[in-house]
């Protein structure tokens, strides 16, 4: 006796236009993610590195680069919300809503980055 869950036989391959509307969904969290390490991958290098024992010009650009990459990581989520935005019409309103109820929340975790890059010090 053969159940049609468990025969692989009969079981169609996922395909692409199913898994591109998922990932959509998080994209600003995917954004987020890569951001996070980033910065405190960057960071952590930058420390080994000697940035501790730099001059204080040195260690203020790297750190400007990074707030720099932040609000990059901002405008491409906000961005892509603004592209969903517009493609309301065209998609359903649930997935639409939470795509940008997604890239909402993800550009606050972003933002918010910003307050220990430029409150501690690098290397402290």
């Known amino acids: 006796m053969s159940s049609p869950s468990l025969d692989a036989g009969n079981a169609a391959p996922p395909s692409a236009g199913t898994v591109r509307p998922l990932l959509d969904l998080a994209f600003g ?26 001059s204080a010009g040195s260690r203020t650009v790297f750190v400007s680069s990074l707030a720099i990459v932040t609000l990059v990581a ?10 969903r935005y517009r ?3 065209t998609q359903p309103a649930f997935r639409t809503a939470v795509a940008m109820g997604g890239d909402a929340i993800a550009t606050v975790a972003i933002a918010w980055q910003l307050f220990p890059l430029l409150l501690v010090p690098v290397c402290a």
């Open 29 to 54: 969290f995917f954004v987020w993610a890569v951001h996070f390490l980033v910065v405190y991958i960057g960071t952590a290098l930058a420390c080994v590195l000697g940035l501790g024992a730099a």
């Open 74 to 83: 901002v405008a491409v989520v906000v961005l892509h919300a603004l592209s």
């Open 87 to 89: 493609e309301h019409r």
